[in-house]
């Protein structure tokens, strides 16, 4: 699959950003998705996460109440729905698909070496 971030900017804080990620070449529909992020000098750190049926969601709790993750299976999309955002949540947001599924992903969602497919990322800067 081929996935590729968009909707990144800069903002306020206390603004609120929609980032999305576009998926091609594979059947979407069947693969968990996530959201991680990245600073510079800093490993990439979950964010959200999303199962196939979208039953279930996961967040990182740096993000949760504020952040809503969700998919468009139709549209073979994926979003992130970002309000009250805060300076520390400036990062690349990088979006990433997971083939597996099963206990083995709801135990291990935050774990990036479990997706197998990543978008190149898009910037967001929250300025003070």
């Known amino acids: 699959v081929q996935l590729q971030a968009s909707g990144g900017g800069l903002v306020q804080a206390g603004d609120s950003l929609r980032i999305s990620c576009s998926a091609t070449?594979?059947?979407?529909?069947?693969?968990?998705m996530g959201w991680f992020r990245q600073t510079p000098g800093k490993e990439r750190e979950f964010v959200a996460a999303?199962?196939?049926?979208?039953?279930?969601?996961f967040y990182a709790d740096s993000v949760k109440g504020r952040f809503t993750i969700s998919r468009d299976n139709a549209k073979n999309t994926m979003y992130l729905q970002m309000n009250s955002l805060k300076p520390k949540d400036t990062g690349v947001y990088y979006c990433?698909?997971?083939?597996?599924?099963?206990?083995?992903?709801?135990?291990?969602?935050?774990?990036?070496?479990?997706?197998?497919?990543w978008g190149q990322g898009t910037l967001v800067t929250v300025s003070s």
């Open positions: 990433a698909a997971a083939a597996i599924n099963g206990p083995a992903y709801s135990n291990n969602h935050d774990d990036p070496s479990l997706y197998t497919s």
């Open positions: 070449g594979h059947t979407f529909r069947r693969l968990n």
């Open positions: 999303v199962r196939w049926s979208t039953t279930s969601t």
